[in-house]
């Protein structure tokens, strides 16, 4: 079993920065993908970036040049930096690992950009 605990959402304006955590439980992690997610208002969930432990990075074409996502496997966590939000942002954001069977979520966190 794998927790994942993020933290990191909340308010800002157009054009501000936000950074997102997602601490997980459990050891040797850094053999799997993790990345993060989002789920606009009324909309299905979407891929936003995910990185290996080896540090690839796949990224939807809305995060390049504005988000960038990381990972510190000796903490078992990774991080979303934002910048230049906009209100389409706006989104509930989830952690993830894919595990070789599994596939773990964090609880989420709510992003809200206003204009």
């Known amino acids: 079993q794998v927790q994942l605990v993020e933290s990191g959402g909340g308010f800002v304006q157009s054009g501000g920065s936000l950074r997102l955590s997602c601490a997980a439980s459990?050891?040797?992690?850094?053999?799997?993908?993790m990345g993060w997610y989002r789920q606009p208002p009324g909309k299905g969930r979407e891929l936003v970036a995910t990185?290996?432990?080896?540090?690839?990075?796949n990224a939807a074409d809305f995060a390049k040049g504005r988000f960038t996502i990381s990972r510190d496997n000796a903490k078992n966590t990774i991080y979303l930096q934002m910048n230049s939000l906009k209100p389409e942002d706006t989104a509930v954001y989830y952690c993830?690992?894919?595990?070789?069977?599994?596939?773990?979520w964090g609880q989420g966190a709510q992003v809200t950009v206003s204009s």
């Open positions: 459990g050891s040797n992690l850094s053999a799997y993908v």
């Open positions: 990185i290996t432990g080896g540090g690839r990075i």
């Open positions: 993830n690992i894919k595990l070789t069977f599994l596939n773990y």
